[in-house]
């Protein structure tokens, strides 16, 4: 509650939908370079979903609101599910796909994911918004 002695507010807070049945946060990044808007990425470890939000942390504020943020590989495609696709591309048709993304800083204060599935690391660039919201 905001204002109750003690307690801080969060900066985020999500929940389950019939759409969004998320499980958790796996992890949190506060990216400082390679990005314009964002402020805050956290991912989830089911769906291997990306969200993030635009809004700085405001002490004794309500929670910010969160997106969920479409993630494309180097070729411009959209990954329809998430960094869960990665999985599939790195390790073919095996039937299950969770990767469990860990998100963390690079040196330099950009914000990447170690996919602990496989292995491997990729470097998360933002992107410039396109019209409509796309």
Do not use: C
Request: aromatic content about 14%.
């Amino acid at each position: 509650p905001i204002g109750e002695p003690g307690f801080v507010q969060p900066w985020i807070q999500f929940g389950r939908t019939d759409d969004d049945f998320f499980y958790g946060i796996a992890s949190l990044a506060v990216p400082t370079s390679g990005v314009n808007m964002i402020k805050l990425l956290w991912s989830e470890f089911n769906t291997g979903l990306i969200l993030g939000t635009d809004e700085k942390f405001v002490r004794e504020a309500p929670p910010v609101t969160g997106y969920k943020l479409r993630i494309y590989d180097t070729d411009d495609k959209i990954l329809e599910g998430g960094l869960n696709d990665l999985v599939q591309a790195e390790l073919g048709e095996v039937g299950y796909y969770r990767g469990d993304p860990r998100l963390f800083h690079f040196p330099d204060g950009q914000a990447g994911v170690f996919i602990e599935r496989t292995g491997v690391f990729y470097k998360l660039t933002e992107m410039e918004p396109i019209a409509g919201g796309q």
